[in-house]
């Protein structure tokens, strides 16, 4: 079977030409956010598979549980994929929509693992000095590790920026090895 993330892909696509055309990538975010909660509740994911319940029967139920965050579109889009029996990929879809509308708006995720917690200056720092290296608004997720013994690590996308002392510390040691 096709890898979820490549399936999802054009089903996150067309929503987001859709949203796009619409001026509407935020509720259209959250209306895939809600759906994506539904099918993921165990009740409702044990129903996926079941080949007694019709799409359309699938359909009704994540658009009524998703109630009006939905919308017209986002029922519509929810019943393209129960007739296509994809409604099990709503979280990637999501996902994937949600990278497409952050590439959109120029807004990049940033992990930042330091050995100690930052401070709300040091996290404004860094947010400034990333914004004008990546050129886009940054979102941090700052996170702890002790393990670096000092610096940082910082990660988007491909992008891998290792300043932590215990990098430092490997490169030495594999220099008086090597």
């Not at 809600?34 to 994911?45: M, N």
Request: net charge positive; aromatic share 4%.
């Amino acid at each position: 079977m096709a890898d979820k993330i490549t399936i999802a892909r054009p089903y996150a696509r067309a929503a987001f030409e859709e949203a796009r055309a619409h001026e509407g990538l935020s509720p259209w975010s959250d209306a895939l956010k809600v759906a994506a909660q539904v099918v993921t509740d165990p009740r409702v994911a044990a129903l996926l598979g079941n080949p007694h319940v019709t799409p359309e029967q699938l359909a009704q139920l994540v658009t009524s549980i998703a109630g009006s965050k939905l919308g017209e579109r986002g029922a519509n889009f929810v019943s393209t994929l129960a007739a296509n029996r994809r409604l099990g990929f709503l979280p990637e879809i999501s996902t994937r929509f949600d990278e497409l509308k952050d590439s959109a708006e120029g807004v990049a995720d940033v992990t930042v693992t330091s050995a100690a917690t930052l401070n709300d200056a040091q996290r404004n720092k860094l947010a400034a000095a990333l914004e004008k290296r990546l050129k886009r608004k940054v979102r941090l997720h700052c996170d702890v590790d002790p393990g670096l013994i000092g610096g940082a690590v910082v990660r988007s996308g491909d992008l891998v920026i290792d300043g932590s002392v215990s990098a430092r510390l490997n490169r030495i040691a594999y220099e008086l090895t090597a």
